[in-house]
C-alpha cells in the first residue's frame, strides 16, 4: 500500500468541511457514509497484513488489492471535491443538467466501492488478519478513551503526570497566558521509532478531568505537512471551533477574529501533535510568537497548549514545561511484547518452553530497543507467525 495514506481519508478528507458540504449539494452524504465503516475495518488490519505480506503471498495479494481500492477511493473523493458547487452558476441550464449527470455517476461509483470495500473485510477475515483497535475508529471520539484503556501498556503514570501538571497551573495561572506543556522523547532526531508521545497526547485529551475542564478540546496534526504554518494552524483551530471551512481566510486578523468571536471567554485545550522542525530553520522562534500572541487574545484563562514534537530539543517558548517521556519499565516492555504475540494468535499458549524463550528473548532485546513501544510491538508481530523466538 505504498503511497496510499488511509488515515488521511479517515481523519482529514472525509470530516473535513468542503466535503461535507460538496457531498449535501449532491445528496449523497448518506450513499458515502455507508462505506466508511468499512474504511475503518479496512485501517483496524494495516498493520498486521503489513508484517504477514512478507512471507504470506495470499495477505501480498489482499495488500495489493486494498492499495488498489483504497488509491480509487482517494480518486474519487478529490472529483467529489473538485465539483464547483451550485453556487458557481445557479441559473444556468447547462451545469444544472452536469450536476444531475455527475451526481448519477458519483452514485454508481460509491455503490461499487461499496461492494469492493466489503469483499476486502471479508477476505481479510477469511485471511484471519488481527485488529488493532487503536486503528479501527476515529481517536476523537468520546468512545476511544475505552480503547485507549484496554491498549496502551505502562503510560497511566505519565497521563497522571501531566494533567496534575495541568490542575497545578489552573489554580496558579492568572496573567491570562495559555499554559504550554511540550512533550519530546529521548530518541535521537530522524529515529525510525519514538516513545509514544502522540499516544499519550491521546490518554491527556481523553481524561475526564480534561474533559469536563476545557469547554473547547482541539487536535492538530502538524507533522511536515504544515511545517509549523501558523495561518494552517489557525485555520484548523477555526476549524475545529466553528465546524465550517475556513479555507477562504488568508489573514491571521480575520481568523482569529472569527475564533474570538465563537470561542468567546471559554477555556480551550489545544494539541499540536507531532511538530516538526530544523533547528536551522529561520524564523520558527518568531512564528511561534506569532502564534502565541494570537492564542494569547482568545479564549478563557486556564486554557493550555500541548506540543508533541519528534525533536530531542524542545522550541523555545518563554515560560513553557517540558515533559521528557522515556522509555517503558522493562516489565511493561515485556508485557506489551507478549501481548502482542499471542493476542490472535495461532501458537500453543500452554507451551511452556515456548513462552520461557520468548521472555528470554525480550529480556535481551528490551536495552538494545531503549523501551520504545513501537518496537515491543513489532518484535511480538514478529513472533506471532513464528514457531519460537529461538529462530531468531
Known amino acids: 500500500m505504498a503511497g496510499v495514506d488511509l488515515r488521511h481519508i479517515l481523519l482529514d478528507l472525509l470530516p473535513s468541511s468542503d466535503m461535507t458540504e460538496r457531498c449535501r449539494e449532491l445528496g449523497i452524504q448518506h450513499h458515502l457514509e455507508k462505506f466508511i465503516p468499512d474504511l475503518w475495518a479496512i485501517s483496524a488490519v494495516i498493520r498486521d497484513a503489513t508484517m504477514r505480506a512478507w512471507t504470506q503471498p495470499d495477505v501480498e495479494m489482499w495488500m495489493a488489492d486494498a492499495g488498489a481500492a483504497i488509491g480509487d477511493v482517494q480518486n474519487l473523493l478529490d472529483r467529489i471535491l473538485e465539483w464547483p458547487g451550485r453556487a458557481a452558476a445557479p441559473s444556468n441550464p447547462l451545469l444544472r443538467s452536469f450536476r444531475v449527470a455527475f451526481r448519477l455517476s458519483i452514485l454508481q461509483e460509491l455503490k461499487e466501492m461499496g461492494l469492493r470495500l466489503k469483499e476486502l473485510v ?9 485488529k488493532e483497535m487503536m486503528d479501527a475508529m476515529d481517536p476523537c471520539d468520546e468512545e476511544y478513551s475505552y480503547v485507549l484503556g484496554d491498549e496502551v501498556v505502562g503510560r497511566d503514570e505519565d497521563r497522571d503526570n501531566i494533567v496534575e501538571i495541568l490542575q497545578q497551573n489552573q489554580s496558579s495561572n492568572n496573567n491570562g497566558e495559555p499554559f504550554v506543556i511540550q512533550i519530546h522523547d529521548e530518541w535521537p532526531f530522524g529515529s525510525l521509532s519514538s516513545m509514544g508521545k502522540t499516544t499519550l ?24 505537512d504544515l511545517s509549523f ?8 483551530f477555526a476549524r475545529s471551533i466553528t465546524g465550517d471551512s475556513c479555507d477562504h481566510l488568508q489573514s491571521h486578523q480575520a481568523i482569529w477574529l472569527l475564533v474570538n468571536e465563537r470561542l468567546g471567554q471559554r477555556r480551550y485545550l489545544l494539541i499540536l501533535n507531532d511538530i516538526y522542525y530544523d533547528d536551522m530553520e529561520e524564523g520558527l522562534k518568531d512564528k511561534w510568537d506569532q502564534l502565541k500572541h494570537n492564542l494569547l487574545h482568545v479564549g478563557g484563562i486556564g486554557s493550555t497548549v500541548i506540543i508533541t514534537t519528534n525533536h530531542m530539543q524542545p522550541i523555545y517558548i518563554f515560560g513553557s514545561r517540558e515533559y521528557l517521556l522515556h522509555g517503558l519499565s522493562e516489565d511493561a516492555w515485556i508485557k506489551l511484547v507478549m501481548r502482542d504475540t499471542f493476542i490472535g494468535s495461532a501458537q500453543d499458549k500452554e507451551n511452556t518452553c515456548s513462552i520461557n524463550l520468548l521472555i528470554q528473548f525480550a ?11 513501537m518496537l515491543a510491538k513489532t518484535l511480538g508481530s514478529i513472533f506471532r507467525y513464528t514457531e519460537t523466538p529461538s529462530a531468531f
Do not use: C, N
Open 363 to 373: 529480556e535481551q532485546q528490551y536495552k538494545t530497543h531503549d523501551g520504545s513501544p
Open 229 to 236: 504554518d501558523e495561518l494552517s494552524i489557525g485555520r484548523e
Open 201 to 224: 497526547a491521546r490518554m491527556i485529551y481523553h481524561h475526564p478531568w480534561v474533559r469536563q475542564h476545557f469547554h473547547h478540546r482541539i487536535w492538530v496534526d502538524v507533522s511536515i
Open 122 to 130: 471479508l477476505w481479510g477475515s477469511a485471511l484471519d488478519l488481527r
